[in-house]
C-alpha cells in the first residue's frame, strides 16, 4: 500500500470532529482494496470489531500526533486491524501513557509497537494490577505498581518477543513460590531480570535454590533466588568450593546459606579475610559461624577488627573482667557499644576511642 492511496482513503473518512462516523461500505472498501482483506474477512472485521464510535480517521490522526510515522501506522493496522477500531480515548490514549511511562518514547516506543501492534489494545495495565496478591492493601499496589514501572524502565524487555506474557507468567510463577506482596517488591527492585527471563529458566533458577534447602514458605527463599541469579554458576561453585577449602562440608555451608542467603554475594577476598580472622585471632570454632553467618557479611575494617582490638586492650588493662561473648559484641549497636565498651571507664575513654576510629590499628602499649 502506498502513502498516496492511504491518504486518499483518508479524505473519504469525515473528520474526528464530524458527528458521524465512516459508512460500513467506506471501511470495507478500505479494508478490502487498500489493505487487500478478501471481502469475508472485511466484513468480518467490521463486524466484530466496529461500534458506532469507529472512527478511523480519529485513530490514525491520535498516532500521528506522537509522532510515528504512516508507514509505521499502516504496517501496524496491517498485523492488527483491531487498531484501526479502538476508541481513542478509552483505549489508545491510554495504552500509549502506560508505555511511556515505562520509559518507551520515540522511536524505541515505535520499534516495540512494530514488534506486536496488538500491545496498542491489549490490557497490559490492567494485567499486571490483577496479578497483584488480592490480600495486598492498595497502597501496598500502588508501590507494586510503580516499582514494576521502574523495573521495565531497566529491562531490555522491547526486544522480547511477548514481554506481556512473560513478565506476567513469570509474576505468577514467582507468587505461586510464595513471593508476594513486600518479597515481590524485593524481586522487582533488586533483580528485574528475573521478571524477563525465559519461564523454564526460571524455574530451573528456583529448583536449585530449592535443593539446598528452602522450603516455599521461608522468608529467605527470595534473598536465595536473587543471590543465585547474581552469580554465574562458575562463580556459585568457586564461592562453595571456598567454603570446603576451609573445613565446611557440604551440609555445613548449607546451613549457612539457608540462613543468610546474602552470604554468596559477599567477595571471595572478603570470605577469605573473615573466615581466617575469626579462625586465627577470635578463635571462633567452625560450628560458631555455621550457626551465626552473617558473621562473614560484616566489615572487617569497620566493625569486626576495631571492636575486636577494643575488647582486648580492655582485657589486658584489666577494665573488664570477664571475657564477653564476642558474637554478642558485634551484634551491638553502636551506641550501645560505645556506651558499654569505649566510655566504660573515663580514664582509658581516649585511648579506646582512638583505636577504635582508626580501624583498631593502635595496640595496647604494656
Given at each position: 500500500?502506498?502513502?498516496?492511496?492511504?491518504?486518499?482513503?483518508?479524505?473519504?473518512?469525515?473528520?474526528?470532529?464530524?458527528?458521524?462516523?465512516?459508512?460500513?461500505?467506506?471501511?470495507?472498501?478500505?479494508?478490502?482494496?487498500?489493505?487487500?482483506?478478501?471481502?469475508?474477512?472485511?466484513?468480518?472485521?467490521?463486524?466484530?470489531?466496529?461500534?458506532?464510535?469507529?472512527?478511523?480517521?480519529?485513530?490514525?490522526?491520535?498516532?500521528?500526533?506522537?509522532?510515528?510515522?504512516?508507514?509505521?501506522?499502516?504496517?501496524?493496522?496491517?498485523?492488527?486491524?483491531?487498531?484501526?477500531?479502538?476508541?481513542?480515548?478509552?483505549?489508545?490514549?491510554?495504552?500509549?501513557?502506560?508505555?511511556?511511562?515505562?520509559?518507551?518514547?520515540?522511536?524505541?516506543?515505535?520499534?516495540?509497537?512494530?514488534?506486536?501492534?496488538?500491545?496498542?489494545?491489549?490490557?497490559?495495565?490492567?494485567?499486571?494490577?490483577?496479578?497483584?496478591?488480592?490480600?495486598?492493601?492498595?497502597?501496598?499496589?500502588?508501590?507494586?505498581?510503580?516499582?514494576?514501572?521502574?523495573?521495565?524502565?531497566r529491562c531490555n524487555w522491547a526486544d522480547i518477543k511477548d514481554p506481556v506474557t512473560r513478565v506476567s507468567n513469570n509474576v505468577e510463577y514467582l507468587e505461586k513460590c510464595g513471593i508476594v506482596g513486600a518479597q515481590l517488591a524485593t524481586v522487582i527492585t533488586r533483580q528485574p531480570r528475573l521478571l524477563i527471563m525465559g519461564e523454564s529458566e526460571l524455574k530451573v533458577l528456583v529448583s536449585k535454590v530449592m535443593d539446598f534447602g528452602f522450603s516455599m514458605d521461608s522468608r529467605m527463599l527470595v534473598h536465595a533466588i536473587y543471590t543465585v541469579s547474581c552469580l554465574s554458576e562458575e562463580t556459585f561453585e568457586r564461592k562453595v568450593e571456598l567454603f570446603r577449602s576451609y573445613g565446611f562440608t557440604k551440609g555445613e555451608f548449607k546451613i549457612m546459606f539457608v540462613k543468610a542467603p546474602p552470604l554468596l554475594r559477599v567477595s571471595e577476598t572478603k570470605l577469605r579475610s573473615g573466615i581466617e580472622f575469626f579462625f586465627n585471632e577470635v578463635k571462633f570454632e567452625k560450628d560458631v559461624l555455621v550457626r551465626r553467618p552473617n558473621c562473614l557479611m560484616l566489615s572487617l575494617e569497620e566493625r569486626v577488627i576495631p571492636r575486636f582490638r577494643v575488647v582486648d586492650i580492655m582485657m589486658g588493662k584489666g577494665i573488664l573482667k570477664r571475657q564477653p561473648k564476642f558474637l554478642n559484641v558485634l551484634s551491638?549497636?553502636?551506641?550501645?557499644?560505645?556506651?558499654?565498651?569505649?566510655?566504660?571507664?573515663?580514664?582509658?575513654?581516649?585511648?579506646?576511642?582512638?583505636?577504635?576510629?582508626?580501624?583498631g590499628s593502635l595496640l595496647q602499649n604494656e
Amino acid at each position: 500500500m502506498t502513502t498516496t492511496l492511504f491518504h486518499r482513503y483518508l479524505h473519504t473518512i469525515p473528520p474526528p470532529s464530524s458527528p458521524s462516523s465512516p459508512s460500513k461500505s467506506t471501511i470495507i472498501t478500505y479494508l478490502t482494496t487498500i489493505l487487500n482483506f478478501p471481502k469475508s474477512r472485511a466484513i468480518w472485521f467490521f463486524n466484530r470489531l466496529s461500534s458506532p464510535q469507529t472512527n478511523p480517521q480519529a485513530v490514525i490522526s491520535f498516532l500521528q500526533s506522537h509522532n510515528f510515522k504512516l508507514t509505521d501506522i499502516q504496517s501496524w493496522v496491517l498485523k492488527s486491524p483491531h487498531i484501526l477500531f479502538s476508541d481513542v480515548n478509552k483505549t489508545l490514549k491510554p495504552r500509549l501513557d502506560f508505555f511511556q511511562d515505562l520509559g518507551l518514547k520515540d522511536q524505541d516506543l515505535c520499534k516495540f509497537i512494530s514488534k506486536n501492534p496488538v500491545y496498542l489494545t491489549h490490557r497490559f495495565d490492567q494485567r499486571n494490577n490483577n496479578n497483584k496478591n488480592n490480600n495486598s492493601s492498595s497502597s501496598s499496589n500502588n508501590n507494586n505498581n510503580v516499582n514494576l514501572i521502574r523495573t521495565l524502565r531497566r529491562c531490555n524487555w522491547a526486544d522480547i518477543k511477548d514481554p506481556v506474557t512473560r513478565v506476567s507468567n513469570n509474576v505468577e510463577y514467582l507468587e505461586k513460590c510464595g513471593i508476594v506482596g513486600a518479597q515481590l517488591a524485593t524481586v522487582i527492585t533488586r533483580q528485574p531480570r528475573l521478571l524477563i527471563m525465559g519461564e523454564s529458566e526460571l524455574k530451573v533458577l528456583v529448583s536449585k535454590v530449592m535443593d539446598f534447602g528452602f522450603s516455599m514458605d521461608s522468608r529467605m527463599l527470595v534473598h536465595a533466588i536473587y543471590t543465585v541469579s547474581c552469580l554465574s554458576e562458575e562463580t556459585f561453585e568457586r564461592k562453595v568450593e571456598l567454603f570446603r577449602s576451609y573445613g565446611f562440608t557440604k551440609g555445613e555451608f548449607k546451613i549457612m546459606f539457608v540462613k543468610a542467603p546474602p552470604l554468596l554475594r559477599v567477595s571471595e577476598t572478603k570470605l577469605r579475610s573473615g573466615i581466617e580472622f575469626f579462625f586465627n585471632e577470635v578463635k571462633f570454632e567452625k560450628d560458631v559461624l555455621v550457626r551465626r553467618p552473617n558473621c562473614l557479611m560484616l566489615s572487617l575494617e569497620e566493625r569486626v577488627i576495631p571492636r575486636f582490638r577494643v575488647v582486648d586492650i580492655m582485657m589486658g588493662k584489666g577494665i573488664l573482667k570477664r571475657q564477653p561473648k564476642f558474637l554478642n559484641v558485634l551484634s551491638m549497636p553502636e551506641g550501645k557499644f560505645l556506651e558499654k565498651f569505649i566510655y566504660k571507664d573515663g580514664d582509658y575513654a581516649e585511648e579506646l576511642l582512638l583505636a577504635y576510629k582508626s580501624g583498631g590499628s593502635l595496640l595496647q602499649n604494656e
